[in-house]
């Protein structure tokens, strides 16, 4: 007879070897795109406050696109709706992966990260609230509440290398978590006007979109102009257009069904698009929204100061680096407390502690939410950049103090994962778990 699983599943608990290297993968690629990323920000903020800072604001001012469908926009605003549909893209493609074949699917290993995002959510919108409540400004409270897992990397790979892949996987499934949260957050809360007629219209070529993909049909000639017309009616509806990304991920598949007597369930078509389109949203969407978006001009010390006095800026510095750490560590430790859920060997409180304050690295998606709360280029979206940018880096530095103080447990930790006597590509550490694990585990 074999031992009854736990009731709780161990948090940094090691999964299996394939999801290990799936995720490793798509690390790999958001690291890359984390440091575009942050090269994209560098960029802005210097030629923002350059003595040619007149040509930064005539670049992302300058409209171009089809005037007959309303899509005359401008650099900025193309950077905004239009590149970073294709970041939502891959985000529904990950988050559908993660629900219907990742460590999501499974009750047990989804309660944690979906717990430690949503307190990562809540708690810094509360922080945010109240220091606001004399502001007017309230309507700022999602701001802080978002983490950019392509800047957290770019930081890990910095200060972790040696981090052990369950705290990788963990951070990359409470970001996948915090991405889906985001997007309800910007649909519900965030969409002023509604137009009735291009919402439904955009069901048809979402419908066709499906149904194409659901057979496997990868033709870029059909499936471009569905997505493009998608995105349009999204846009025209007043729902931001981005969210159509996230529509259009879902609809692909992730697993290729069985037919009778043929081949096994195997990847889907979900795969095919994540591996051709996250290194154009890392490596290109991503970076290009950060250089026409973070670029704030600062004025000096004073104008700093003024923007850092801003409550909106306090409430998204405090959300970020107090709310993101409290929230996370404190959902993380309640479920862990009502699951039995026990701590992996190896690992302490002051690892999840370490990842819930990398956690509040804000960016795309805080600059993207400030710009729908107060609108792009006013006063208080310039202070919401210096705040996020601010906040975003006191997470960063004091993510490195504690992270840097674990680095050799976590490099022994790394080196027993990669031990591979038998030199079979796959490290032992999971082929013993495999052979020792209960069947009913």
Sequence with gaps: ????????????????????????????????????????????????NS???????????????????????????????????IFFFVAGLELKREFVAGDLRDPRRAAVPIAAAVGGVIL??????????QSGAGRGWAIPTATDIAFALAVL??????????????????????????????A?????SLSVLPLLGMLIPLALFTVLVQRRIRSWWLLLPLAFATWTLMHASGIHATVAGVLLGFAVPVIRGRKAGGPEAGPGLAEHFEH?????????????????????????????????????AVGIIAGLVVGKAVGITAATWLVTRFTRAKMDSGFGWIDVLGLAVLAGIGFTVSLLIGELAFGADSERDEHVKVAVLTGSLIAALLAAVILRVRNRTYRRIHEAENVDANQDDIPDVYQQETTTRPESA
């Excluded at 699983?5 to 993968?25: H, V």
């Excluded at 696109?65 to 709706?81: I, M």
């Excluded at 790979?157 to 957050?185: E, Y």
Aim: hydrophobic share 55%.
């Design 1 to 48: 007879m074999t031992a009854a699983p736990p009731k709780g599943s161990p948090l940094f608990g090691r999964g299996s070897w394939l999801e290990a290297r799936r995720i490793g993968d798509i690390l790999r690629k958001e690291t890359i795109g984390g440091i575009l990323l942050l090269a994209g920000a560098v960029v802005a903020l210097i030629w923002a």
């Design 51 to 85: 003595p040619w800072s007149d040509a930064y604001e005539t670049v992302r001012a300058f409209t171009f696109g089809p005037k007959w469908l309303h899509l005359d926009l401008s650099v900025a605003t193309w950077a905004a709706d239009g590149l970073l549909a």
């Design 124 to 133: 810094p919108a509360v922080i945010y609230t109240v220091i606001n409540l």
């Design 157 to 186: 790979a910095v200060i972790g290398r040696h981090l052990p892949n369950a705290m990788r996987t963990f951070l990359l499934t409470l970001a996948v978590v915090d991405d889906l949260l985001a997007i309800v957050i910007i």
């Design 188 to 192: 519900i809360f965030y969409t002023t």
């Design 276 to 312: 051709r389109f996250r290194p154009l949203s890392a490596g290109v969407a991503v970076p290009i929204f950060a250089l026409m978006s973070a670029g704030v001009t600062i004025g000096g010390l004073s104008g700093l100061g003024t923007a850092l006095t801003d409550p909106v």
